[in-house]
């Protein structure tokens, strides 16, 4: 099993940023790849950026040049750094973290985030 702790979300207004992490313990040596997903109320989750063991990113074309993934590899926690947020980037955000060893996903309890206009 793996466990995702997330924390760093919170209320700003547009224009300004934020900072998630996320912190992975348990079976940590059996995750290929963790991200981010976010979900606005009535709407189905989505990706919003994800980075490999490697260290290779990808990010959903709504957040590019705006949102940087990384992670910290020893701490096995990724970042989320989000600037120039906008009230279209309100949602709970939930990390992910994909088990390559168990064909799983695991996802953290998630961390609201609201963007006031």
């Known amino acids: 099993q793996v466990q995702l702790v997330e924390s760093g979300g919170g209320l700003v207004q547009a224009g300004g940023s934020l900072r998630l992490s996320c912190a992975a313990s348990?079976?940590?040596?059996?995750?290929?790849?963790m991200g981010w997903y976010r979900q606005a109320p009535g709407k189905q989750r989505e990706l919003v950026a994800t980075?490999?063991?490697?260290?290779?990113?990808n990010y959903a074309d709504s957040v590019k040049g705006r949102f940087t993934i990384s992670r910290d590899t020893a701490k096995m926690t990724i970042y989320l750094q989000m600037n120039i947020l906008k009230p279209d980037d309100t949602a709970v955000y939930y990390c992910n973290a994909w088990s390559t060893l168990y064909q799983l996903d695991y996802w953290g309890q998630g961390t609201q985030v609201t963007v006031s206009s």
């Open positions: 348990g079976r940590i040596a059996s995750i290929g790849a």
């Open positions: 980075i490999t063991n490697s260290g290779s990113t």
